[in-house]
């Protein structure tokens, strides 16, 4: 319920970016002094050097996650681009979680694949262009890389400093990759100059993303350090069909409307079944 809010907001605020730059740096102002009286009441408990590290590698992930979602929501729709990246993300972290973390499937998971791929084959040529699909599916990479790096990282350490270091991180990150990719983009074009590309977004809106982002996550880290991998990240995804069937009826998205609800259906049907 918290992510499929949240990028309902951000596909509608009009720059992503731009967006994500200030919903993070809100959670991780709002963040920071609940998780300051946690760790002292807790005994001031330390971050692994290891766990430190898988850290700042999910948070690079995670930053990559944010270009790639925003590439996807400027060029394609809400009820296309939502679908096909949580739909193919619990796919690839199934098949890191048997490659990798040696975790088997039953026949219905199995089946559960199958569905998936059909799910998200519907939803891709729902779209006119297909421009959104690769960074859409991109995305879905991004998130079954960091989902599988944080796995392991957060069995390292306490589940709510981890997701703490995470989204600062994160907020430290968004603006120096934004400055990297002006300068690169002024090298590319000499003469021209790129506009600001911030939104005209409220505090309270961008604090209210942050804090679904990091609330979210957070009980996403939480289920992490409780369940397999292979039954945390399918289940993540059930906001699949309620984002879509909002795209078409709020954000009036109705091109290939039955494609779109068929592959939407079909793919949280495979999530239900990957979960079994």
């Known amino acids: 319920m918290l992510h499929g809010t949240w990028n309902v907001l951000v596909k509608v605020s009009g720059d992503p970016m731009a967006t994500f730059q200030r919903a993070t740096l809100a959670a991780a102002v709002v963040a920071t002094p609940p998780t300051v009286v946690a760790w002292v009441w807790s005994g001031r408990p330390g971050l692994a050097p290891a766990a430190a590290g898988w850290c700042v590698l999910s948070a690079s992930l995670e930053l990559t996650y944010l270009w790639l979602l925003a590439t996807a929501y400027r060029r394609g729709e809400l009820s296309a681009v939502y679908p096909i990246a949580r739909g193919s993300a619990p796919l690839l972290a199934v098949v890191a979680g048997l490659g990798l973390l040696h975790e088997r499937l039953s026949t219905v998971q199995l089946a559960g694949v199958g569905l998936l791929l059909l799910g998200i084959l519907a939803v891709a040529l729902s779209q006119a262009t297909g421009r959104a699909t690769v960074p859409a599916l991109l995305t879905g990479v991004a998130i079954a890389s960091y989902t599988a790096v944080d796995r392991v ?3 390292l350490t306490t589940p709510w400093l981890y997701g703490w270091l995470l989204i600062v991180l994160i907020a ?15 090298a590319r074009r000499p003469g021209l100059e790129q506009a600001g590309g911030q939104v005209a977004l409220g505090r309270a809106q961008a604090t209210l993303i942050g804090i679904f982002m990091w609330g979210g996550y957070l009980l996403v880290l939480w289920a992490l350090s409780l369940a397999p991998l292979s039954v945390v990240a399918p289940v993540r995804e059930t906001a699949v069909v309620g984002v879509a069937v909002w795209g078409i009826w709020r954000l009036r ?8 609800l068929s592959g939407a259906v079909a793919t949280l049907a495979g999530v239900a079944l990957l979960a079994l």
Request: aromatic share 4%; net charge positive; charged share 25%.
């Open 253 to 260: 998205e109705r091109e290939a409307v039955p494609l779109k």
């Open 172 to 186: 430290l990150g968004i603006p120096v990759s934004k400055w990297i990719a002006a300068r690169l983009a002024a």
């Open 153 to 155: 990282g957060v069995r």
